[in-house]
């Protein structure tokens, strides 16, 4: 599957056919950008590299900030002023931008650094990045999990350099800039160098080799060489004061010269970054294809853990690239925390808990379950140390805890780690601190009152109440137990029973139809308070735009007008809002999973394709490309609640590498998209779930438990194209199923 992948999908603005049909309702007003790049990465690794243009959010491509819409463009053409390190993925406006430790070859003096070359024959693969400069320099780009490694071949040239700038950071963006607090930078001689830069208060130290025969080496600083000086040192460096400073390694090149940058990483000081490049790169003094071999095994090794028969070449490239947008954050370093001494996982980009909760962290939790196991750990280490389980967390002092998001997210990843078993957590030790982060922000709101505003911070925090009583009754605290699954019924409290609803409230990107439909743990009632299942699925089929006409779409610039009206429509917002993410599935609750079936073959369709313009919106770290995977297995996870959906597959047969072996998704009666005359996909007709058999055994509830999944079996799926009897009675759990009805507090 590796030579499937395409790093360069989601780099440009949302390109995709004109929708028909139901896909063709969904109105999409957050930016129409998926905001990845194409640079090197290793698999949840800590280190990546790509090419810098300074654009907005990952610093590689043309786009400034955008927040609606299409977005624009803030540079004509793709380019850059050199290539750096540590890049966010599919991100908006997370306000943390890195791109650290700039390496720029060069034929020209140093007075023109930070002049920015256009960029020809791009090419780009998993672990692999490289572009030619119109300096006529070929560039070329791969990492480990710590270090990284540059191999940059030059036009002759009898000035030929490179040059390292440790003090960039950011984008070149309005307020899009990191400055570092405080540095220091030594030459160690014999293309050998070190330095550590304070960057939002985490000391990035790095060591560098620079394998370039008789090449010179200084130091330099605002641009001009510090002849004979062996070290920098700032102990306080402000906005106002800052000048750009670093290495420059200087020499003859002949036509076709090769020369290799090796750079470790460390968040706790030179001596480790030492280490780090060593464990990775050796000894050898020509290691980029050493590396880069490496790097694509761990690929090829990753990817393997989902495979498909079956599909268009299309439809196995785009799903391979979810897969791998998938696996390249968070960021692991391990023993690597510079906020705690001991050793163990460290984990960040974690960006945001609201973007990757529902279908990332599920993903990892089943192909990568070490991992996951680690995720959870540094999360509660974090909150340990800081008071407080973050929903983002980056590589900067203090959680960012996008407090408007969402409340207490880490609660639904710990209940299914738990369930899953995964790791060798002490489970103690994590209810503690559970329990204590549901008082604090929005949860003492929610303690005294029964309700927390914004409103969808009540159903977050019903939901986390819940999570957390699963995992004190399975640890024999009955009296912790009974006490939160008490609170966790007051998400009622959050909807108004007179439309069914939730109540007028703020919310954070959306509106109350895109968080009304979200997966409580107890949608029985739910719909019940909707007016049943008849009316449930009447405020669905609304939503969804069943029935509806087609909409505009907000293009670049949209007006104040023409937003209102779209938000007028209360519509689903398709792939490009996260409250949206899990809403197709609610059919499965009022015993309509051909609804579902319906709505994901149309998202499927329409909202992914090839090409740099591929992806509906911001990709979020993962989050998007995880829910394609999901999608195209035809299971959902329900996060927190240890369970799959079942759908109909968009593969004739899967299989995911799982912890117990295998998990096969089989079907009869699979239909591949039809191809058209001119050689592109046509719309498919949807497929609808027949019957289905679990292990040789009849299936009839439309869900199946994720210890199923993880222990490995058969799925087995009869399709056809007409709904059936399947999954209208049966229905996936609810907490009042076996509980009183829930009450109003």
């Known amino acids: 599957m590796l030579h499937d992948v395409d790093p360069f999908i989601g780099t440009a603005a949302t390109s995709l056919p004109p929708a028909s049909g139901l896909a063709a309702t969904w109105w999409s007003p957050k930016p129409q950008v998926g905001n990845t790049h194409p640079g090197a990465t290793s698999p949840l690794g800590m280190v990546s590299a790509c090419a810098y243009s300074g654009a907005y959010p990952t610093g590689y491509g043309r786009y400034a900030k955008s927040t609606e819409g299409v977005p624009e463009e803030?540079?004509?053409?793709?380019?850059?002023?050199?290539?750096?390190?540590f890049q966010q993925s599919g991100t908006g406006a997370i306000r943390k931008y890195y791109n650290y430790v700039r390496v720029t070859p060069m034929v020209q003096p140093l007075d023109d650094l930070g002049e920015a070359w256009p960029l020809q024959d791009e090419t780009a693969a998993a672990g692999y990045y490289a572009a030619t400069l119109d300096t006529g320099i070929r560039c070329e780009l791969t990492v480990g999990e710590k270090a990284a490694v540059h191999r940059y071949t030059f036009p002759a040239s009898s000035s030929a350099r490179l040059v390292l700038d440790l003090s960039c950071g950011g984008l070149a963006i309005e307020h899009g800039r990191t400055v570092p607090l405080r540095a220091h930078v030594e030459s160690l001689g014999h293309g050998r160098a070190q330095g550590?830069?304070?960057?939002?208060?985490?000391?990035?130290?790095?060591?560098?080799?620079?394998?370039?025969?008789?090449?010179?080496?200084?130091?330099?600083?605002?641009r001009r060489l510090v002849e004979g000086g062996t070290r920098l040192d700032f102990d306080s460096i402000r906005q106002t004061t800052l000048r750009p400073f670093g290495l420059l390694f200087m020499g003859r090149a002949l036509a076709g010269q090769a020369v290799e940058v090796r750079l470790g990483f460390s968040l706790r000081g030179c001596d480790q970054a030492r280490e780090n490049l060593r464990r990775e790169c050796g000894e050898g003094e020509q290691s980029f294809d050493d590396v880069r071999t490496r790097t694509s095994a761990r690929w090829a090794d990753h990817l393997d853990r989902v495979r498909v028969d079956g599909g268009t070449p299309a439809r196995r490239t785009v799903l391979t690239t979810a897969l791998y947008h998938s696996l390249i954050k968070p960021c692991f370093g391990d023993d690597e925390s510079p906020f705690w001494p001991a050793s163990g996982p460290f984990a960040f980009d974690v960006c945001t808990m609201w973007d990757?909760?529902?279908?990332?962290?599920?993903?990892?939790?089943?192909?990568?379950?070490?991992?996951?196991?680690d995720l959870l750990e540094s999360l509660i280490r974090v909150c340990e140390e800081e008071g407080n389980f973050p929903i983002g967390y980056r590589m900067a002092r203090g959680a960012d805890r996008f407090f408007r998001q969402a409340s207490a997210l880490a609660h639904t990843a710990l209940a299914d780690g738990h369930a899953a078993g995964i790791g060798d957590l002490d489970w103690s030790w994590a209810l503690v601190h559970m329990e204590a982060d549901l008082r604090r922000l929005y949860g003492e709101d929610f303690f005294e009152h029964g309700v927390a505003y914004p409103i969808s911070h009540t159903l977050d925090l019903a939901y986390a109440h819940q999570c957390t009583a699963r995992i004190a009754r399975a640890l024999g605290d009955k009296r912790l137990a009974d006490e939160l699954e008490a609170r966790s019924r007051l998400w009622v409290n959050a909807f108004d029973s007179s439309t069914g609803l939730l109540r007028d409230s703020e919310f954070y990107e959306g509106g109350k139809w895109n968080y009304s439909f979200r997966l409580l743990h107890d949608m029985r009632a739910r719909i019940t308070m909707a007016g049943?299942?008849?009316a449930f699925v009447a405020m669905l089929d609304a939503f969804f735009g069943f029935g509806a006409g087609p909409v505009t779409q907000p293009g670049r610039r949209p007006s104040p007008t023409t937003m209102a009206a779209?938000?007028?429509?209360?519509?689903?917002?398709?792939?490009?809002?996260?409250?949206?993410?899990?809403?197709?599935?609610?059919?499965?609750?009022?015993?309509?999973?051909?609804?579902?079936?319906?709505?994901?073959?149309?998202?499927?369709?329409?909202?992914?394709?090839?090409?740099?313009?591929?992806?509906?919106?911001?990709?979020?770290?993962?989050?998007?490309?995880?829910?394609y995977v999901w999608a195209s297995l035809g299971l959902f996870?329900?996060?927190?609640?240890?369970?799959?959906?079942?759908?109909?597959?968009?593969?004739?047969?899967?299989?995911?590498?799982?912890?117990?072996?295998?998990?096969?998704?089989?079907?009869?009666g699979h239909r591949d998209t039809p191809i058209g005359a001119d050689g592109a996909e046509t719309t498919p007709p949807t497929q609808y779930v027949q019957s289905a058999t679990l292990n040789g055994r009849?299936?009839?509830t439309t869900h199946i438990s994720a210890a199923d999944v993880y222990r490995g079996g058969v799925l087995h799926v009869e399709l056809g194209p007409e709904p059936s009897p399947w999954g209208r009675s049966a229905r996936p759990p609810s907490l009042s199923d076996c509980r009183p009805e829930a009450t109003r507090a």
């Open 532 to 534: 049943g299942d008849d």
């Open 637 to 668: 996870p329900v996060a927190g609640q240890s369970l799959f959906l079942v759908n109909t597959p968009a593969f004739s047969r899967a299989a995911l590498r799982v912890a117990g072996g295998e998990f096969v998704i089989e079907t009869t």
């Open 74 to 85: 803030m540079l004509e053409s793709l380019q850059a002023s050199g290539f750096t390190h």
């Open 196 to 222: 550590t830069v304070v960057m939002e208060g985490v000391p990035l130290s790095v060591y560098v080799e620079v394998h370039s025969p008789n090449w010179r080496q200084m130091l330099w600083y605002d």
């Open 356 to 373: 990757i909760y529902k279908t990332q962290i599920p993903l990892m939790m089943a192909i990568t379950p070490d991992r996951a196991a």
């Open 566 to 627: 779209g938000y007028a429509l209360n519509r689903f917002e398709g792939l490009n809002n996260e409250p949206d993410m899990e809403a197709p599935w609610a059919y499965h609750y009022a015993g309509r999973p051909d609804r579902t079936a319906e709505l994901v073959n149309a998202a499927l369709t329409w909202q992914f394709g090839t090409g740099a313009g591929g992806l509906p919106g911001n990709d979020d770290s993962g989050g998007l490309s995880s829910w």
């Open 698 to 700: 009849p299936c009839e």
